[in-house]
């Protein structure tokens, strides 16, 4: 159940109860019950490592695509050219979780026969962090590419009208303590985080977005564009993944595709994305690549630090939260919390499932 315990009052979710709850919701919305486990454990591991506006926050939004079939519950991902090393797969309107998903899968196997391998993909919907795909193939001994477009929200550098996505590139190897994950948007912040300070009636943090002129604003009600990440540099990368998720997999540009939440039913986004795949085997060898990658993480790690905290190296701060977040709970924001108290009082474990402790949100 959920109580209100004031404004440092935070709704706890156990990790196991999270996939449970999640994956029985995507079941009951017609996901099959294997891609509905796949989908809860994308989302729950992606909160679990603190990216808080890509993981169980996006199910209420997940299951409303399903519900006016913006995503395909029955949906067949099917590969419509394929060059061995290089393949493009129709998602046929799939959640872009399961899109992605299939495409890293492809990436693996292709990247193990050829030692790189590259599988962009069409007629797809928003898939979550672009992490849980590179994370996937550094899991099984590669090197993971993603890049996915998505509709405009941050305007070019000098510009006012919003014309690419927040477009994230994520690169990761590894594993464990000896991983390097990075996933990191093209703009400043993402437009989840601007929303979240609109509720919270906090300012935004300078440089973030700008307004209907064109200006800087830290007004969130005033945020009409997002900025690109280190101006001209952000824009180009925004461009960079446009051009390798969408014009290359022959999908919309970013001002051309529909705000998650305003999709037409019945009709997928059309989103795109592109997965890489990298043997280390057919370069460097994977003994060799596994101790350059440990020289790489510790010579960051180990730089003398300018304040009082260590350097980290990308994933790390996310690992860290991980190691909490498993042994307290996951937070969730009230809308999201109101679903899965919804989804618990459903299966009947109210009591046990949602739980609400007052302590201050860092």
């Not at 985080?193 to 935004?204: D, Q």
Request: glycine share 12%.
């Amino acid at each position: 159940m959920i109580n209100s315990a004031g404004p440092e009052s935070v709704s706890l979710l156990d990790e196991q109860e999270a996939r449970t709850l999640a994956s029985l919701a995507l079941v009951e919305a017609g996901v099959q019950a294997n891609d509905a486990e796949s989908v809860a454990a994308a989302l729950v591991d992606t909160s679990l490592r603190g990216i808080d506006t890509h993981g169980l926050r996006l199910l209420p939004q997940y299951l409303d695509e399903l519900a006016t079939g913006v995503a395909n519950a029955a949906a067949c991902p099917a590969v419509v050219r394929d060059r061995g090393a290089g393949l493009l797969l129709d998602a046929d309107g799939a959640l872009g979780v399961l899109a992605g998903l299939a495409a890293a899968r492809l990436a693996a196997d292709r990247a193990r026969a050829f030692g790189v391998a590259a599988v962009g993909v069409r007629n797809s919907n928003h898939f979550g962090a672009a992490s849980v795909y590179t994370r996937h193939l550094a899991g099984q001994g590669l090197i993971g590419i993603a890049v996915t477009s998505a509709a405009s929200r941050v305007a070019p550098y000098g510009g006012v009208e919003p014309l690419f996505g927040t477009n994230p590139i994520s690169v990761a190897a590894g594993a464990e303590d000896d991983e390097f994950a990075l996933d990191m948007a093209t703009s400043q912040v993402c437009f989840g985080e601007v929303k979240h300070r609109r509720a919270e009636g906090r300012p935004l943090n300078s440089g973030w977005a700008t307004d209907v002129d064109g200006r800087p604003t830290s007004a969130p009600d005033e945020a009409y564009a997002l900025s690109p990440l280190g101006g001209y540099k952000g824009q180009g990368l925004a461009m960079a993944v446009t051009l390798l998720g969408a014009v290359l997999t022959g999908s919309p540009p970013d001002w051309r595709l529909e705000q998650v939440g305003d999709g037409t039913p019945g009709r997928s986004r059309g989103v795109g994305h592109f997965v890489l795949a990298l043997d280390p085997g057919a370069f460097t060898g994977h003994e060799q690549f596994a101790a350059g990658l440990t020289d790489l993480l510790g010579a960051v790690r180990g730089a003398t630090p300018a304040t009082g905290a260590p350097v980290a190296a990308p994933g790390d701060p996310q690992r860290t939260r991980e190691r909490e977040r498993r042994a307290h709970g996951v937070p969730l924001d009230m809308r999201t919390a109101e679903v899965f108290a919804a989804l618990a009082t459903n299966v009947g474990a109210t009591d046990r499932t949602v739980t609400t402790r007052k302590e201050t949100v860092r």
